[in-house]
């Protein structure tokens, strides 16, 4: 069996894998654009955060590690156009034009920082983030500048927004919605953070919509926004990632968001052609809607998935629940499953309870808000964000865990965990879930 998988960030890399653990004879070949594999996307962020000394550590994996796996790998590698009726991939290597046959094909190439709403993003004077060519650039322009315009309020942006500061940067943010990372939090939970970006000196323009970018005098750029013109030595557009699918064919079906459409073994709508990462929409939800969900996690399991159904149909993706976590202005922040903003679409009868629990344990107290949204009915959680001064980022795992495994409030609270008074408060903060709100239910019986 040969698989060819176009693809090699996180989500090519773990579908090679899995397809050698599962096959061992099959012949494996990644195709990959670039002259080198394994870049991790915010290496950037990376850098300017002092994690990292150079770009060059910001690999997660290498050529050569894959290779004595057994896995092939051809560098330099651009697709051009597959034919599933021939089951062949015609690419350009080192500008050389080629063919190679697949017995199966993982398309797994994907996404990039594409607007086409905004005039003039695609020029080279705005700067993007996700590949390392674009990360030197980057790091060049803004270590030159004092002024830096960032595009979207998401984590990106954030993030961002944050690092240079930390630099001395004056830095304008301009968001589109009425608050910062409102795919994952809701407001109520996210103002604390909000207003530090405030206090820090972040001219954050809220409900703004960026229609053109222009490069003017002085390598200078300007940004136009509804009524007002925004002038910067440095621009960064931090807006959602999309796939580019150009060398599909017209058997394969796609989303009216131009993401191909998948099952839940990853199988597209041609036999033997598999899609994953950022490539696809996922479920989401209790509702199992299908939203388009660009994050490491999902590319990766996707990426397993897709090679464990190479043969047949076996193991299902279990949805993504979107869950994140970071670090910015002074917040450890994280979240998963629904908000209660996306609650309100569901037609589900949805209940909410925010709480502050104090963590005691030696030598300090430390506070962490939480809000959870959950069933009315049964309790089951259906959604969680947390944030805190003190890193609390690995809980989010656990109430990931408890969505996907349809846990209850009464079940949180009986949570099996970890105690050592030096390491560990006397409670989790997962053993806090609304113990007022179930108190409040049991008067009300």
Partial sequence: MKVVIIGASYAGIAAALEVRNKHLNAEVILLEKKDRLGYIPNGLHLYWGNKIDHLDSAYFFTKEELEQRSIQCSMNTAVEKINTVKKEVEYLHNEKEGTMAYDKLIIATGSSQLSQKIKGSDSETVLKYKGRYEAEMAI??????????????????????????????????????????FKYFDKDMIQPLQQKMLEEGIDLRLQQTVSSIEEVENQQARVQIQK??????????????????????????????????????????????????????????????????????????????????????????????????????????????????????????????????????????????????????????????????????????????????????????QKDYFFHPSYSPMLSATNYVSWQEMRDDVNEN
């Fill in 140 to 181: 060049a322009k803004v270590g030159a500048s004092q002024s830096v315009t960032i595009i979207g309020g998401g984590q990106v942006g954030v993030e961002a927004a944050d690092l240079l500061k930390k630099q001395h940067k004056q830095v304008t943010l301009i968001e589109s919605m009425d608050y910062v990372l």
């Fill in 228 to 413: 007002e013109k925004i002038k910067s030595e440095a621009v960064i557009l931090s807006v959602n990632v999309r796939p580019d699918l150009h060398f599909l064919d017209e058997h394969i079906q796609l989303h009216m968001d131009q993401t191909i459409a998948v099952d839940r073994y990853m199988q597209t709508s041609v036999e033997d052609v598999f899609a994953v990462g950022d490539c696809i929409q996922l479920t989401f939800g209790e509702e199992d809607e299908m939203v388009y969900i660009p994050l490491v996690n999902n590319a990766v399991r996707t990426g397993m998935v897709a090679a464990q159904n190479l043969v047949q149909p076996k193991v299902p993706f279990k949805g993504s629940l979107r869950t994140i976590g970071t670090f910015a202005f002074g917040y450890y922040i994280a979240s998963t499953g629904i908000t209660e903003a996306e609650s309100l679409f569901t037609g589900q009868a949805i209940k909410t309870a925010r709480q502050e629990v104090k963590l005691t344990s030696l030598p300090n107290t430390d506070t962490v808000m939480m809000k959870w949204i959950y069933d009315a009915d049964t309790h089951a959680l259906l959604g969680a964000q947390m944030l805190s001064t003190t890193d609390i980022l690995e809980k989010i795992n656990t109430l990931a865990l408890a969505i996907q495994t349809n846990q209850t409030l009464e079940d949180l609270q």
